[in-house]
């Protein structure tokens, strides 16, 4: 009899342990969505008992202050609210952060804290943290998840049988001044969130004209943005507090409609429609490669690079490169807008290390020293970079000395540049990079020329306030009416603000 309640009083021990540690629930890089003014990423949550725990990594600039405040709470999905208890650490490399003051942040630029709040249910699948009172400032994270909850937001019907047209092609240029209609919608959107859709680019490469312009979303988390184009281009769209950043090309008189998922920021893009749609769809697709592999890449992509001990060695490289890399990309079961787009991103790339040697070098080595992540010591980071910049001293750059030194391989590679596609493509312009090679205009004929030709005399016209003081040559070499047509309209804009 002894032995049998002897056996139970195990039993019931070890099953009561094993209750006890089943209470507390551990998220490891949990999902969310932030919005601060900080680089934060909650690293772990735990769900025990008697509090709820984030574990909480803070990049910031260094010596400069953050604060956490003593009304921050959790909201669950019903609504409840779950007060903050302090900011004490709980294990090694974590620092205290007190509550309603300034902390101000080491010389490092990163901290880890953990945040002790009341204790949220241990079937909690959904919360989000909020500091009330500090809309436009303060802390605020949305829908914090587990990582491994492949959790989607439903799908509305309207976009249930969204279907792509096999293939697609870029445009080819052609100037027709219009507007561009964006139209987004985000699912697991709140009102509270306030989020806008920045978009922001340089209609015709000239830095002294941006569109540069935000546009709210409305409370159910839809928005319709007019962009106003010159031709079929890339532009650069972000929604800045997730993190979701996009370059969709658009066009004059076209619509395009996307769908986004907040509730899956790895890959939050769910389908577009409209003008070049699987093609914009397909830009959006993650990477195959992890950031661990990137960064592998990356060294050994310098390791590659410090073996080329002459200039031409340098050269062959690069071409070999750039061939594999083109070779790849034709091999994908991708739109043929898709392809295009990508080979053009690899020759721009190309064309950097070429002419841009020491600079692509040195942004190299500083991606690899700071592991892909943003730099916050601003003294180290200048330091760093005029230590790396300099050990490309004496090291050519394209064309100069080439054609000096070498000839006949100058002679080759110039045929080579003028023959690539994101200079000599009728559809080039819709490129983005094709607006990142503007110094290689005398390379380029018909549209494409003028085109870059027009941003060279646009650059001096802002800068000289005078046509008359701008190089003749450059608009002399301008030969479309309708790029001509938008000089006039440019010129007697100026003319306008001068009287």
Same mark, same amino acid.
């Given at each position: 009899m002894k032995k049998i309640i002897l056996s139970l009083l195990l039993a019931i021990t070890a099953l009561t342990a094993v209750a006890a540690k089943q209470k507390t629930v551990v998220w490891n890089e949990p999902q969310a969505i932030y919005k601060s003014g900080a680089n934060i990423r909650i690293t772990t949550v735990e769900m025990k008992p008697e509090e709820t725990v984030l574990h909480v990594n803070i990049k910031f600039h260094p010596k400069y202050w953050i604060r956490f405040s003593s009304?921050?709470?959790?909201?669950?999905?019903?609504?409840?609210?779950?007060?903050?208890?302090?900011?004490?650490?709980?294990?090694?490399?974590?620092?205290?952060v007190p509550l309603d003051d300034y902390f101000w942040m080491p010389e490092?630029?990163?901290?880890?804290?953990?945040?002790?709040?009341?204790?949220?249910?241990?079937?909690?699948?959904?919360?989000?943290?909020?500091?009330?009172?500090?809309?436009?400032?303060?802390?605020?994270?949305?829908?914090?998840?587990?990582?491994?909850?492949?959790?989607?937001? #439903?799908?509305?019907?309207?976009?249930?049988?969204?279907?792509?047209?096999?293939?697609?092609? /870029?445009? @080819?240029?052609?100037? !027709? *001044?219009?507007?561009?209609?964006?139209?987004?919608?985000?699912?697991?959107?709140?009102?509270?969130?306030?989020?806008?859709?920045?978009i922001h680019f340089m209609p015709l490469n000239s830095t002294r004209e941006f569109f540069d312009k935000k546009f709210p979303f409305a409370d159910d988390g839809t928005l319709t943005a007019e962009v106003p184009l010159y031709l079929a281009r890339s532009v650069n769209v972000a929604i800045d507090e997730p993190q979701i950043y996009f370059r969709p090309v658009l066009a004059p008189g076209e619509t395009t409609e996307m769908l986004i998922d907040?509730?899956?920021?790895?890959?939050?893009?769910?389908?577009?429609?409209?003008?070049?749609?699987?093609?914009?769809?397909?830009?959006?697709? #993650?990477?195959?490669?992890?950031?661990?592999?990137?960064?592998?890449?990356?060294?050994?992509? /310098?390791? @590659?690079?410090?073996? !080329? *001990?002459?200039?031409?060695?340098?050269?062959?490289?690069?071409?070999?490169?750039?061939?594999?890399?083109?070779?790849?990309?034709?091999?994908?079961?991708?739109?043929?807008?898709?392809?295009?787009?990508?080979?053009m991103m690899y020759e721009q790339d190309y064309l950097s290390w070429l002419v841009a040697y020491p600079s692509q070098y040195t942004d190299l080595r500083i991606g690899i020293h700071y592991q892909g992540r943003s730099p916050h010591n601003f003294e180290e980071y200048d330091s760093l970079s005029k230590a790396f910049y300099k050990e490309c001293e004496g090291k050519l750059s394209y064309p100069f000395g080439y054609a000096r030194d070498y000839p006949e391989e100058y002679a080759r590679e110039e045929k080579h540049i003028a023959d690539m596609e994101i200079l000599s493509a009728p559809y080039a312009p819709a490129s983005f990079d094709f607006w990142r090679v503007s110094w290689l205009d005398d390379h380029i004929s018909g549209l494409n020329h003028d085109l870059q030709a027009l941003r060279s005399v646009l650059e001096n016209h802002h800068g000289t306030r005078d046509f008359a003081k701008i190089e003749k040559s450059h608009i002399a070499s301008i030969k479309s009416p309708a790029v001509l047509a938008i000089l006039e309209e440019h010129k007697a804009e100026q003319e306008r603000l001068r009287r």
């Open positions: 009304k921050d709470m959790l909201i669950d999905e019903t609504g409840r609210h779950y007060a903050i208890l302090s900011g004490t650490h709980t294990c090694t490399g974590e620092t205290d490092s630029g990163e901290v880890n804290v953990a945040l002790h709040f009341e204790p949220l249910p241990a079937d909690t699948r959904c919360f989000n943290y909020k500091e009330p009172g500090n809309d436009e400032n303060g802390w605020a994270w949305w829908n914090i998840r587990d990582s491994k909850e492949d959790y989607r937001s #439903p799908i509305p019907e309207e976009w249930q049988r969204n279907s792509y047209a096999m293939d697609e092609t /870029l445009p @080819d240029a052609k100037v !027709q *001044k219009g507007t561009a209609t964006l139209k987004v919608r985000l699912l697991g959107y709140k009102p509270e969130m306030k989020f806008g859709l920045q907040l509730n899956r920021l790895k890959d939050p893009f769910v389908a577009f429609k409209g003008f070049l749609a699987r093609t914009n769809f397909e830009s959006t697709r #993650p990477e195959k490669t992890t950031e661990k592999q990137s960064q592998k890449n990356a060294i050994k992509l /310098l390791a @590659d690079i410090q073996k !080329q *001990k002459t200039p031409i060695e340098r050269l062959n490289f690069f071409r070999k490169r750039l061939d594999r890399a083109i070779a790849a990309c034709n091999k994908e079961h991708k739109t043929s807008a898709w392809k295009a787009l990508r080979r």
